[in-house]
Structure formats: structure tokens, C-alpha cells
């Protein structure tokens, strides 16, 4: 087995593996099909973590576009990483690092810097065995000290870019123990306009798989519907692969029900059984539910919110989405996202936000969609809608009281206006002399104390929180001030930087610097979130209870009118 003495990796840590690949078609869940599986080996006692490989070149996420790859994903180190790392965190209920996301820019750079430095003395430098060493040492120092880790393979099955790492697969899976290596294949199952199941695509990508040297031990079939027991019987006959061991995994109302879903097929047990681990795990009657109870905790009614944005695509939001799913279940409400396109707020169409029940407004970069975002902050702060504003939405809040509140109407972030004679946001001072675009940021983990007797305070119930970051600008301390004797309260700093803001005199006005959605999990919601969804149910009950007080003063006049009447 290779190592190599820089790392000081032991070889005999880590223990079994789940590797995960997809076929027909890119999108169709491999990801949550991987979490959910790690859920369900969590809920039987074991410590289970995960590896997204993503074969792109770029050595990480940051520097995507939102079209591209969806929301960038923010980890407790600073790494910036695909957006599927965000549901192994929710899913698993762990923290996960840098070194958990695995890219072709990554490995590569790591490859030539060593050749740079003549460690390969001399050796022609290769694929094999260069680039796949170092992807195997990868997976298993991630691996270290769990029992379980899951590695998905971005992409699918049979592209060029992927190839390095499924020819990795197929070395690793020769180094260790056939029991303790699994290989999950998931696939697409579509309906024929005759509304039969076809399984000739899934046919088709398992060949591709095995023309690679590698033999699926799971298919999960992903179809609108559950497989008929003829379809499994198809695909088992036609893959090599015993009827039992393939699953499916039709279309959920929500993604969180996709373990309930997997466990109802069994896969769960099927992997633990393959892996000699059945005897070990958990009795069924004594593993965690509470997964089950929060996921399927009856609703009382619904709330509706407006994410004004500039990506019309919901995966460019992602935790923010799954961070108000998580609200909405604590409070027993379910949460309707309505997306408003910042550009068009900007031309006075506040219509869009009467029939809300309030307001976020999110991260971003660059000037496209600024005004219309300043705009939503003051239609909710003049008309007391619950408001929350994320990183460049805590920004765009400060530069609307500068402007609206202050007197200041030029004011703006030096990231939009270089030349604004009020820059309230400017750059933060570390980053004036960064070239390079990429991990530069203030990234990652910071702590934020938090004044008490505020509604910081009483949302996070401590002097304190530790959120992820993800900004180069930030408040300009020459207007902090300006801003002391007014009801807009900077409630929550680090040093001289500000990190929330909390407006007086309102049902919720929030704002932070960092991005509390990353932070977010089932049963443990985002506090800023869960705030602004309990903001509005109180106010909804408030409206209700109001209106009965109402109806029944007025039917107790009736009475008495009718009475008087006879």
C-alpha cells in the first residue's frame, strides 16, 4: 500500500468503504443517495464520515459561478467546496475539513510542487502511479479515525476527466480486504411513453463501469416511482448482481425523507451485512429516530418568505433553502421560498413583497442586482416585514440606513462605487495587496461576541457565537459613529469589525456578516433562521388571535343587540 513519509499517514487507519458513482446522467442524487446511507449507519452506532471527489480542474469551488456548480459551501477550516459537502454535514451531523473535498487541481498541484521540489528523484512523474498515490492517500487521511467513509465520484461514469480516479477505485479496492470496500453504482431508471420501466440505460452504464475493471455491489435505481420487482429482477440478471442488492430510490417530497425511503428498501442492513457489521450495529429497536421524528413532524400552517437574488436557480441559495426547512420544522410551520429577481426591485416593483411574510437577502459579489437588494432592505424595514441579511445582505442593509436613515444618498460599498464620497463598506484592510482570487478571502470559523440584553443575544442565548465567514469587505470603521446614537445597533463584533446588526422597534431586523446557513442541521436550526421563522409565526398568531377577539366581540354584540331587540 503506498504512503509517503511527508504525511505521516499510518496505512492501517480507516476501515470500510462506501464508493459511490453515477451513470446516464449527471444530477440524479448520488449525493443525497450517499448521505442518506451514511445517515442510516450513523442511526446504527457507527462513526461515519464522507470524501466528494470532483474531477474538475479548478483546485476548489471558490471562484465558480452559481451557474456553474451551485452555492459555494463554506467549511469551519475556510475550505470553499462543492455544495454537497453541505448535505454530508446536514446529513451526518459533522463537521467536515478541506481535506474531505478532492479535486483534479488539487491533486495535480500537490503532484507538480513535489516533482518541483525533486522528491520523485528523477522518476518520470505519471498518472499511474503519481496522481492515483496521491488520490488513495487522500481517501484514506480522510478516512482516519471513523468506521465508515463514503467517497462519491462527481460526474459520471465513462468522462475523461473521471478517469484518473475510478482507475484510483479500482487500485484501492485490489489493496484492501474485499469486505471492507463496497462500490454503490446509481443510475437512472426512466419510464418508456408506454409507462414501463427501462432498464437498457442502466445496462448500458454498469458496462461502462466494468469495461473500468470495476463491478457495482449495489445499483440504486433512481425513478419516479419505487422499481417493480420485474425491473430489479432485470437489472440484477443483466449486471451481475444478486436481485437483493438493487434499490431504489423514487422521487421524495423532501430530500431529508430519502433516508426513510432507502431504509424502507433495506439498503442499510444489505451494507451492513456486506461489511460483517450487522452483529456490531445497534438493535433496529434501540437506534436513533429522531431523525424520523424531526423530518416527519406534522405541520400547522404555512409561512411565505422572498429570497431576493440574482440567480433564478435554487441551487445557487441551497443552505439558506435547507436552513429555513430546518426553522420550519423546529416551529411546526412549513416555509415557502418565493425567489424575487433583485434587477427588477430596483424599478420600484415592491409589489412583489406585499404578499410575503418577510424578507432575506443574501450573499453575493459584484454589482448586478445591488439596488434592487438595498431596495427590498427598506421596503422591510419601513413596513416591519421580519428580515434577514446575509454577508452582502447585512452590507446592503448598512448602505440603505446610510442612505435612507443618515442622510447619506451617495452612500455605497467600494466594492460597487470606488469613487462613492461615503464608502460605509470598504475593503477589509488584510486584503489591499491579494492578487489572487482564489481561497484569499476571510474565510472559515470566527468567533462574534455578542452585546447582551439584544436580540442577538436572545436568539443565540450566549455572549457569543462562532460562525463561517466568506467576505473581503466589510463596515468602514470611520462611520461607526455615525451609526452609535441611532436604532440601528451593531449588536454582535469581532475586534473592530462588525458582525450583526439588529434594528429597535421592529418584529425582526437582522443582520450578519458570516453565513449562519452553513452552520445549520435538522434538529439543531440555524439561530438567525429559526429567529425570523418564529418572528412571523408569532406574528401570524398574534394577527389570528386578534381576529377571534374581534369576531367574538362582535358576535357577543349581536347577542346582546338581539336581545335587547326581543
Given at each position: 500500500m503506498p504512503t509517503e513519509?511527508?504525511?505521516?499517514?499510518?496505512?492501517?487507519?480507516?476501515?470500510?468503504?462506501?464508493?459511490?458513482?453515477?451513470?446516464?446522467?449527471?444530477?440524479?442524487?448520488?449525493?443525497?443517495?450517499?448521505?442518506?446511507?451514511?445517515?442510516?449507519?450513523?442511526?446504527?452506532?457507527?462513526?461515519?464520515?464522507?470524501?466528494?471527489?470532483?474531477?474538475?480542474?479548478?483546485?476548489?469551488?471558490?471562484?465558480?459561478?452559481?451557474?456553474?456548480?451551485?452555492?459555494?459551501?463554506?467549511?469551519?477550516?475556510?475550505?470553499?467546496?462543492?455544495?454537497?459537502?453541505?448535505?454530508?454535514?446536514?446529513?451526518?451531523?459533522?463537521?467536515?475539513?478541506?481535506?474531505?473535498?478532492?479535486?483534479?487541481?488539487?491533486?495535480?498541484q500537490h503532484v507538480i510542487e513535489k516533482e518541483r521540489a525533486g522528491d520523485y528523484l528523477g522518476k518520470t512523474v505519471q498518472i499511474i502511479p503519481h496522481i492515483t498515490d496521491d488520490i488513495k492517500r487522500r481517501i484514506r487521511e480522510a478516512a482516519e479515525g471513523t468506521d465508515v467513509c463514503i467517497i462519491e465520484v462527481g460526474g459520471t461514469?465513462?468522462?475523461?476527466?473521471?478517469?484518473?480516479?475510478?482507475?484510483?477505485?479500482?487500485?484501492?479496492?485490489?489493496?484492501?480486504?474485499?469486505?471492507?470496500?463496497?462500490?454503490?453504482?446509481?443510475?437512472?431508471?426512466?419510464?418508456?411513453?408506454?409507462?414501463?420501466?427501462?432498464?437498457?440505460?442502466t445496462q448500458h452504464s454498469v458496462k461502462e463501469v466494468r469495461s473500468i475493471g470495476l463491478q457495482p455491489d449495489v445499483i440504486v435505481g433512481r425513478c419516479e416511482d419505487k422499481l417493480d420487482p420485474e425491473t430489479k429482477e432485470k437489472i440484477a440478471l443483466f449486471c451481475d448482481i444478486p436481485t437483493e442488492a438493487v434499490f431504489s430510490n423514487p422521487d421524495v417530497e423532501d430530500v431529508y425523507h430519502v433516508p426513510l425511503m432507502v431504509e424502507e428498501e433495506g439498503l442499510d442492513q444489505y451494507v451492513l451485512e456486506h461489511f460483517g457489521l450487522a452483529e456490531e450495529a445497534l438493535p433496529e429497536g434501540e437506534r436513533a429516530n429522531d431523525w424520523?421524528?424531526?423530518?416527519?413532524?406534522?405541520?400547522?400552517?404555512?409561512?411565505?418568505?422572498?429570497?431576493?437574488?440574482?440567480?433564478?436557480?435554487?441551487?445557487?441559495?441551497?443552505?439558506?433553502?435547507?436552513?429555513?426547512?430546518?426553522?420550519?420544522?423546529?416551529?411546526?410551520?412549513?416555509?415557502?421560498?418565493?425567489?424575487?429577481?433583485?434587477?427588477?426591485?430596483?424599478?420600484?416593483?415592491?409589489?412583489?413583497?406585499?404578499?410575503?411574510?418577510?424578507?432575506?437577502?443574501?450573499?453575493?459579489?459584484?454589482?448586478?442586482?445591488?439596488?434592487?437588494?438595498?431596495?427590498?432592505?427598506?421596503?422591510?424595514?419601513?413596513?416591519?416585514?421580519?428580515?434577514?441579511?446575509?454577508?452582502?445582505?447585512?452590507?446592503?442593509?448598512?448602505?440603505?440606513?446610510?442612505?435612507?436613515?443618515?442622510?447619506?444618498a451617495d452612500a455605497h460599498s467600494a466594492e460597487m462605487d470606488?469613487?462613492?464620497?461615503?464608502?460605509?463598506?470598504?475593503?477589509?484592510?488584510?486584503?489591499?495587496?491579494?492578487?489572487?482570487?482564489?481561497?484569499?478571502?476571510?474565510?472559515?470559523?470566527?468567533?462574534?461576541?455578542?452585546?447582551?440584553?439584544?436580540?442577538?443575544y436572545e436568539i443565540y442565548g450566549d455572549t457569543s457565537c462562532s460562525e463561517r465567514h466568506r467576505h473581503r469587505y466589510e463596515v468602514n470603521p470611520e462611520y461607526f459613529e455615525d451609526f452609535e446614537e441611532e436604532p440601528l445597533t451593531f449588536s454582535g463584533t469581532a475586534g473592530n469589525r462588525m458582525e450583526i446588526l439588529e434594528l429597535e422597534n421592529h418584529p425582526y431586523f437582522l443582520g450578519t456578516q458570516f453565513h449562519p446557513e452553513y452552520t445549520s442541521r435538522p434538529g439543531q436550526p440555524s439561530p438567525p433562521f429559526l429567529g425570523l421563522v418564529e418572528a412571523i409565526a408569532d406574528e401570524s398568531n398574534e394577527s389570528t388571535s386578534a381576529g377571534a377577539e374581534h369576531d367574538a366581540d362582535s358576535d357577543t354584540d349581536a347577542d346582546t343587540e338581539t336581545e335587547v331587540t326581543h
Open positions: 513519509p511527508d504525511t505521516h499517514y499510518d496505512p492501517s487507519l480507516g476501515n470500510k468503504f462506501i464508493f459511490v458513482t453515477g451513470g446516464v446522467m449527471s444530477g440524479l442524487g448520488k449525493g443525497i443517495t450517499a448521505a442518506s446511507t451514511g445517515r442510516l449507519l450513523k442511526n446504527a452506532g457507527f462513526d461515519v464520515t464522507a470524501v466528494k471527489i470532483d474531477p474538475y480542474l479548478n483546485v476548489d469551488a471558490g471562484t465558480m459561478n452559481p451557474y456553474q456548480h451551485g452555492e459555494v459551501y463554506v467549511l469551519e477550516d475556510g475550505g470553499e467546496v462543492d455544495l454537497d459537502l453541505g448535505n454530508y454535514e446536514r446529513f451526518l451531523d459533522i463537521d467536515m475539513t478541506s481535506d474531505h473535498n478532492i479535486t483534479t487541481g488539487k491533486t495535480y461514469v465513462g468522462d475523461i476527466e473521471g478517469m484518473p480516479y475510478l482507475e484510483a477505485l479500482r487500485q484501492f479496492a485490489h489493496e484492501e480486504d474485499e469486505e471492507d470496500i463496497l462500490f454503490t453504482h446509481v443510475t437512472l431508471v426512466p419510464y418508456s411513453k408506454n409507462g414501463e420501466q427501462k432498464t437498457k440505460p424520523r421524528e424531526i423530518v416527519t413532524t406534522e405541520k400547522d400552517g404555512a409561512v411565505d418568505i422572498a429570497l431576493v437574488g440574482k440567480y433564478d436557480l435554487t441551487d445557487a441559495y441551497m443552505s439558506i433553502h435547507e436552513s429555513l426547512k430546518h426553522a420550519g420544522f423546529e416551529v411546526g410551520v412549513d416555509v415557502n421560498v418565493h425567489w424575487v429577481p433583485a434587477g427588477e426591485l430596483a424599478d420600484g416593483h415592491d409589489d412583489q413583497l406585499e404578499s410575503v411574510d418577510g424578507v432575506i437577502v443574501p450573499g453575493g459579489f459584484g454589482m448586478r442586482g445591488t439596488e434592487g437588494k438595498i431596495e427590498a432592505v427598506r421596503y422591510a424595514r419601513e413596513n416591519d416585514v421580519p428580515f434577514l441579511g446575509l454577508c452582502l445582505g447585512f452590507q446592503m442593509a448598512v448602505i440603505e440606513y446610510a442612505r435612507n436613515v443618515l442622510g447619506y470606488e469613487e462613492t464620497p461615503h464608502p460605509v463598506i470598504d475593503i477589509l484592510p488584510e486584503q489591499y495587496e491579494v492578487e489572487d482570487m482564489g481561497g484569499t478571502m476571510r474565510l472559515g470559523g470566527h468567533t462574534t461576541v455578542i452585546e447582551p440584553e439584544t436580540l442577538a
